[in-house]
């Protein structure tokens, strides 16, 4: 009897399958779109996509204008012996003042201060607050709008060479930036810029760089003023700091310590073209690595940073769509 069955499934057996393969088929599908309805099952849509909308986040931000801008020119050939040359590029008229070794301690109890009451929007309300722990001071004006190179040297006579070994207590060189302008004060959110400086000497080689930038706001705030990071671009200008693979730009991203909102310089220049269509334009940093590579259209394929495959937290857009609307209008 068993043989017999064996015999004709044998020879059906072609037909048998296809019927078997068929019916697994109907009774698969049906199921699928009985239990998700005709809307396309969740496991055929590109699940990047719905991961991203739910693991990054958009960072709300808020733009200000900063009236200050300080770089070093040249920092390969600055020491203590030699000087450092700084480029100011300032909104309105401006003072700088060069504190050279001034107390880390004191400095960061300057910053508590402003937070708490006491703001600091002239030279003479920081050195007040840094109690004059510093060991030279120097002050210039600068003229707005002018790109001025200011050349500052700790005179031969205080015989300083070193700061001593690390970790130090004393910052080579801070630089502040005030509104000369009392009225200028109220225009402005931002009425000073501290920047601290190291500068190589005997003891400790590394190079000169700004460590950190401060932007101290009327209202008592404080930001650390951070660089983003662009892609490499064949027809940019050479940046003072650009590490392979990526160039740093004056556009700024502001981290603001415990507080939800950030703020941000607005971008002086997006003609960019995304990493990864090559196309549109740059217009997404991505948090925390600070790589600004992406375009509008491509931001949301990504959860890893496309540059440093870094995850990205939040991302935050330098000029909202509203706004790129009604450049494209003017450009027309
Ligand atoms: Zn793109
Ligand atoms: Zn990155």
């Not at 015999?7 to 109907?26: G, K, M, N, Q, R």
């Not at 480029?87 to 008229?93: G, Q, V």
């Not at 200011?150 to 930036?177: H, M, N, W």
């Not at 003072?240 to 603001?256: F, V, Y």
């Amino acid at each position: 009897m068993a043989a017999v069955f064996l015999v004709t499934l044998y020879e059906y057996s072609p037909l048998f399958y296809i019927a078997v393969v068929f019916t697994c088929f109907i009774v698969t599908t049906g199921l699928v779109l009985g239990w998700f309805g005709w809307d396309v099952p969740v496991i055929l849509r590109n699940s990047e996509e719905t991961q991203f909308n739910t693991r990054v986040f958009k960072k709300q931000m808020r733009q200000v204008k900063n009236p200050f801008g300080l770089e070093i020119t040249n920092p390969s050939s600055a020491s203590i012996t030699t000087g450092i040359t700084l480029t100011t590029d300032c909104l309105e008229d401006s003072l700088l003042t060069c504190y050279w070794g001034c107390s880390v301690q004191k400095f960061y109890e300057a910053l508590q201060k402003h937070f708490y009451c006491f703001r600091i929007s002239t030279p003479q309300a920081l050195e007040d607050a840094l109690y004059s722990e510093y060991l030279y001071q120097e002050q210039y004006f600068i003229k707005k709008d002018s790109k001025e190179e200011i050349y500052c040297q700790l005179p031969r006579d205080t015989k300083i060479e070193d700061f001593g070994s690390v970790p130090r207590s004393r910052y080579p060189l801070v630089a502040l930036l005030t509104l000369a302008d009392e009225d200028d004060r109220e225009i402005y959110d931002i009425i000073s810029m501290v920047s601290v400086i190291h500068i190589p000497d005997k003891t400790y080689k590394l190079s000169c760089r700004i460590l950190y930038q401060y932007l101290l706001l009327a209202q008592g705030q404080f930001h650390d003023l951070k660089q983003l990071f662009m892609s490499a671009n064949s027809n940019s200008t050479p940046s003072s700091n650009s590490s392979p693979g990526e160039k740093s730009t004056d556009q700024s991203l502001l981290e603001k310590a415990g507080l939800s909102e950030s703020e941000v310089e607005p971008p002086e220049e997006n003609s960019k073209d995304c990493v990864v269509c090559q196309n549109g334009t740059v217009n997404w940093v991505l948090l925390p690595c600070r790589h600004t590579c992406l375009c509008d259209g491509c931001v949301r394929y990504f959860q890893q940073c496309p540059m440093c495959r870094q995850f990205v937290q939040e991302s935050f857009a330098l000029c909202s769509q509203k706004e790129q609307e009604k450049d494209k209008r003017k450009a027309l």
